[in-house]
Nanobody, 118 residues
Framework: QSQLVESGGGLVQPGGSLRLSCTAS???????????MAWYRQAPGKQRELVAE???????NYGDSVKGRFTISRNNSRKTIWLQMNNLRPEDTAVYYC?????????WGKGTLVTVSS
């Protein structure tokens, strides 16, 4: 069982919004808080790409295609990160994966599908 569990995917119309969640249910707080957490996505026939990442101190980094539309956040006490996605476009359709890295290890969730279509 993955240490990272995503939720919140689904079907949404262009221009709509979704909020993805990722919880590290099997981690303890002291393990989670120093980690860099990220969202990646992979569309059919394309390589996996970075969507957004958030560092332990709260700084963030976004892929160019989502800047100004997506927001990543975290709550260390809840061992959870979120991805608020606004003004969604058909090209945002992909499987979205939660990722953690730090302390010499990296973990991936199983992914959640986001489909943007009218």
């Amino acid at each position: 069982q993955s240490q990272l569990v995503e939720s919140g995917g689904g079907l949404v119309q262009p221009g709509g919004s979704l909020r993805l969640s990722c919880t590290a249910s099997r981690m303890i707080f002291s393990t989670f808080s120093p980690l860099t957490m990220a969202w990646y996505r992979q569309a059919p026939g394309k390589q996996r790409e970075l969507v957004a990442e958030i560092f332990s101190g709260g700084n963030t980094n976004y892929g160019d295609s989502v800047k100004g539309r997506f927001t990543i956040s975290r709550n260390n006490s809840r061992k959870t990160i979120w991805l608020q996605m606004n003004n969604l476009r058909p090209e945002d359709t992909a499987v979205y994966y939660c990722n953690s890295r730090g302390a010499g290890s990296e973990n991936w969730g199983k992914g959640t599908l986001v489909t943007v279509s009218s």
